[in-house]
Each structure stands twice: as structure tokens, then as C-alpha cells.
């Protein structure tokens, strides 16, 4: 095949996978100058040292998930697992090469992405900050490492993608460790006696889970021991209500237990 039949699969491989026009790689500047930074809770972002890489660049989804695979493994994927794990299994044989090329023009360099040996792997002067694996690291010193796991949680590890079975093994694995930290810190708070630091860090825990039971209890504690009975009383009946509309049921045993304890205290 020529050049020109090359370049025009290449077309009509971008078009059915909605990859976008590819820039010239060589009128990219390059971004290095400092390890790559992927942030993937709450948003999906990819920084390089001149600042994020911006959207046009990667001209879709994919060639920004085949980034985290490759980030994910410094020993490099094989052609048949990148396809697998984007679920690209039945394209045609050049889609993947195209991907690859994406990748390397996102990040300004034809050498960003190495083939060999069949394996594709990234090629960077420092492993890339990445705010998830940072997450997954902390997890081992629970609980003195509680702060620093919520500090860069901004929500679910890519909550727009769940569709590719390990974006969603990840996000769960990451949700269950938020959540871990979540109830070290509360309870630190709790023994410290500090409500309203309590109940300022319940909130921001419900607004990225609004159903996390842990967080809700602390904020009825955290209301009663300041004096806020009232309002104790309308946090609770609006989180049932709002159980019994999304879930069809009320809210766990504990938190009914520990209602009930405080109900009597407050009406007393």
C-alpha cells in the first residue's frame, strides 16, 4: 500500500473510532521538562510542564485511557491487551498503531511511546505523577494517612468511563479506600472533639457521595453537639426521604441505632 492508501486508512480508521484529526507531530511542542501529571478523580486531565494538554490534542477519549494503560504498565502492553482493555478487539489491524500515534502526538514526541518487541511502552524521563496510583499507594499507612487520601480525592476515578470493566474495578477499589479514610478522619475528629471541623469535612465527604451513611451520622453528631437539634432533626428526615426515593429503604441499622440513641437525647 502507498502513502497515500496508508494515509487514507489511517482516515477511515480515526473516523470509526472517533480518534479526531492527528496534528502533525511535528509541529507540537514538546512537553517535557518534568514528569507528566494524570489526574483522574473527579475529572480526566493531563498535564505536562508547559501546562494541561489540551482536549484537541488527544482528539478523543481513547488515545487518553491507552495513556493510563501504558502509565499503569512500565513494562509495556501488547498490542492484542490495548485492544482488549479499550475494547477495540474487532478493529481493523492499524487501528491500534493509529492510537499510538495519538498518544505520542498529545504528548509532542514520536519517541513518547516506544514499539518494541512487540510491546508498546511509554517512554519518559520520570515515572508521571498520577493522583489514583498516589491513592493506592497510601492506602497501606491507614489511618495516619487519612488526610493525605482525601486531600486530592475530587470524586470517582474516571466516572464518565465505566464502561471499560477496569476503569470500573479501579473506580470501586478508589472508592472503597476514600471511603476508608473518610471514617479514619471523622473519628479522629470525633475523639478530638472538634464538631465543627466534623461537620465541615462530613459535608465535603456528601457532596462527592451524598449516601456515605459514616458521613451523614457525623453531621447529625456534629449538628447535636453544637446545639442544633432542629436542624439535626431536618438533616435526618431529608436523608430518609431521599434513601426511600433513589434506593426504595431507609437508612442502614447503624445509623437508624444511632438516630434512635440521639432522637432520645435530643427530645428529652
Given amino acids: 500500500m502507498g502513502q497515500a492508501g496508508q494515509a487514507a486508512e489511517a482516515a477511515e480508521i480515526r473516523r470509526a473510532f472517533g480518534f479526531g484529526p492527528a496534528p502533525d507531530v511535528a509541529t507540537l511542542a514538546p512537553r517535557g521538562g518534568g514528569p507528566l ?3 483522574t478523580l473527579g475529572e480526566f486531565r493531563v498535564e505536562a510542564a508547559a501546562g494541561s494538554i489540551p482536549d484537541r ?16 504498565s512500565p513494562a509495556g502492553l501488547t498490542r492484542a491487551e490495548l485492544a482488549e482493555a479499550l475494547g477495540m478487539e474487532d478493529a481493523v489491524p492499524g487501528a491500534v498503531h493509529v492510537l499510538i500515534g495519538r498518544v505520542r502526538a498529545a504528548l509532542g514526541s514520536r519517541t513518547a511511546v516506544a514499539s518494541e518487541g512487540g510491546r508498546y511502552r511509554l517512554v519518559v524521563a520520570e515515572a508521571p505523577w498520577w493522583d489514583a496510583d498516589r491513592v493506592e499507594r497510601l492506602a497501606a499507612d491507614l489511618p495516619g494517612s487519612a488526610e493525605e487520601i482525601l486531600d486530592p480525592y475530587a470524586g470517582p476515578f474516571l466516572p464518565d468511563l465505566t464502561e471499560f470493566h477496569w476503569v470500573a474495578a479501579r473506580q470501586a ?26 461537620l465541615a469535612r462530613a459535608e465535603r465527604i456528601l457532596e462527592i457521595d451524598p449516601l456515605a451513611e459514616t458521613a451523614h451520622r457525623a453531621v447529625l453528631e456534629a449538628l447535636w453537639r453544637t446545639g442544633r437539634r432542629s436542624a439535626a432533626e431536618a438533616h435526618f428526615a431529608a436523608f430518609d426521604r431521599r434513601l426511600r426515593e433513589t434506593l426504595g429503604t431507609g437508612p442502614d441499622v447503624a445509623t437508624m441505632d444511632f438516630w434512635r440513641r440521639l432522637h432520645r437525647v435530643i427530645t428529652q
Wanted: aromatic share 6%.
Fill in 173 to 198: 477499589r478508589l472508592h472503597g479506600i476514600w471511603l476508608a479514610a473518610a471514617d479514619a478522619a471523622l473519628a479522629a475528629d470525633r475523639q478530638a472533639g472538634d464538631w465543627p471541623h466534623a
Fill in 57 to 72: 490534542a488527544w482528539g478523543g477519549r481513547k488515545p487518553r485511557l491507552a495513556l493510563l494503560l501504558l502509565a499503569a
Fill in 37 to 39: 501529571r494524570i489526574v
